[in-house]
């Protein structure tokens, strides 16, 4: 091997020295290394993991958060047709007792009317019956004697056509 300039004893212990170096690098560097890559990869992948569990849980939550928005609103509108429908009825009801009322009221007016009216058809019949009763006291007074005019004063009075109580 001399020819071709390679040393036989330096070759060796280069080799040597280089398997040295092989395993201390092997044991030192290469291993803590490779422990060390592989727990950020775990780490960047169990973020990873964790980043899409939180999108997935934000995506759930999202949906939750709408539905219970629409469900909220169902409600609110189901509420504000039952309240529009209690106030149609009471607006109703209270039509109904206005109407009710004002029946009421005309008919205790015309009832007070018809009253008013009779009271004074009696009492115009009455002035009529005392006027009529005069006049023929103060025609007949000179020309019969008092019991014949008595009697035709009553006659004629009779005779007066009679006010009708409507």
């Known amino acids: 091997m001399e020819k071709l300039g390679i040393n036989g004893g330096l070759l060796l212990a280069q ?3 280089f398997f040295i170096v092989l395993v201390v690098y092997l ?3 290469h291993k803590p290394f490779l422990k060390k890559i592989r727990a950020e990869h775990e ?3 169990q973020l990873e993991r964790l980043v899409r569990e ?3 849980q934000e ?3 999202q949906q939750k958060q709408e539905a219970m928005q629409q469900e909220t609103e ?3 509108k189901k509420e504000y047709t039952a309240m529009k429908k209690e106030v149609d009825v009471a607006k109703r009801s209270i039509i109904k ?3 009710e009322e004002a029946d009421r009221i005309r008919e205790h007016n015309m009832e007070m009317i018809e009253q008013e009216k009779n009271r004074m058809l009696v009492s115009v019949r009455s002035d009529v019956v005392r006027i009529a009763s005069l006049v023929l006291d103060k025609a ?3 020309m019969v004697r008092r019991e014949l005019q008595e009697e035709v004063t009553k006659d004629i009075i009779k005779q007066l056509p009679r006010v009708k109580n409507e």
């Open 15 to 17: 080799t040597i020295n």
């Open 27 to 29: 044991r030192y560097v």
């Open 140 to 142: 007949l007074q000179g």
């Open 59 to 61: 995506s759930v939550l």
């Open 97 to 99: 007792e206005a109407h």
């Open 43 to 45: 780490k960047q992948t």
């Open 54 to 56: 939180a999108k997935e």
């Open 74 to 76: 169902q409600k609110l």
